[in-house]
T-cell receptor
Framework: SQQGEEDPQALSIQEGENATMNCSYKTSINNLQWYRQNSGRGLVHLILIRSNEREKHSGRLRVTLDTSKKSSSLLITASRAADTASYFCATDEDTDKLIFGTGTRLQVFP | NAGVMQNPRHLVRRRGQEARLRCSPMKGHSHVYWYRQLPEEGLKFMVYLQKENIIDESGMPKERFSAEFPKEGPSILRIQQVVRGDSAAYFC????????????FGPGTRLTVT
């Protein structure tokens, strides 16, 4: 089943601008994770936020979680061309597996 | 500490042949997960294994697909009698234990069925 839905599907910005991606999910979760995937490559784990947390920071990344709205956002500040990638949210349906969203394709122009 | 290893990185098979995809988890990780990614889509869960046990195979097609994680050696995802629709990227992930939610992904195997 498709749990997360990212919005927007695609985003193009200039270097230095901020990029915000949103993720909505359907069922209750223990945690939500964000991953990055460069074209044709594997996934890189960015950040995990637990259901009892509302906000988390890691470098230029800021993740928020609103369990009442079943949504999360990923903010990348001061974007760089190297941030160009697809970004996926993933939730745990139980301890066994991750359910991935459809992804947001981010293009950062120099 | 080496990450999750997958081989081959690219695999081309003709229709009807068998495909074997290998995954070596991170050192110390005993939980392995397989996911499939079709072009322009997110990853879809296939199977979750621990050493010598299949824990959850709810995402595996009922026919032609099988997975194992033996006591020694890598985890194997096996696709028999491949069809064009099997063409996809197959990713393996590993985690430290069932309570460790962070899954670390390998680089993937890109299977092309001609």
């Amino acid at each position: 089943s498709q749990q997360g839905e990212e919005d927007p599907q695609a985003l193009s910005i200039q270097e230095g601008e901020n990029a915000t991606m949103n993720c909505s999910y359907k069922t209750s979760i223990n945690n939500l994770q964000w991953y990055r995937q460069n074209s044709g490559r594997g996934l890189v784990h960015l950040i995990l936020i637990r259901s009892n947390e509302r906000e988390k920071h890691s470098g230029r990344l800021r993740v928020t979680l609103d369990t009442s709205k079943k949504s999360s956002s990923l903010l990348i500040t001061a974007s760089r061309a190297a941030d160009t990638a697809s970004y996926f949210c993933a939730t745990d349906e139980d301890t066994d597996k991750l359910i991935f969203g459809t992804g947001t394709r981010l293009q950062v122009f120099p | 500490n080496a990450g999750v290893m997958q081989n081959p990185r690219h695999l081309v098979r003709r229709r009807g042949q068998e495909a074997r995809l290998r995954c070596s988890p991170m050192k110390g990780h005993s939980h392995v997960y397989w996911y499939r990614q079709l072009p322009e889509e997110g990853l879809k869960f296939m199977v979750y294994l621990q050493k010598e046990n299949i824990i959850d195979e709810s995402g595996m097609p009922k026919e032609r697909f099988s997975a194992e994680f033996p006591k020694e050696g890598p985890s194997i995802l096996r696709i028999q009698q491949v069809v064009r629709g099997d063409s996809a990227a197959y990713f393996c992930a590993s985690s430290l234990d069932s309570n460790s939610y962070e899954q670390y992904f390998g680089p993937g195997t890109r299977l092309t069925v001609t």
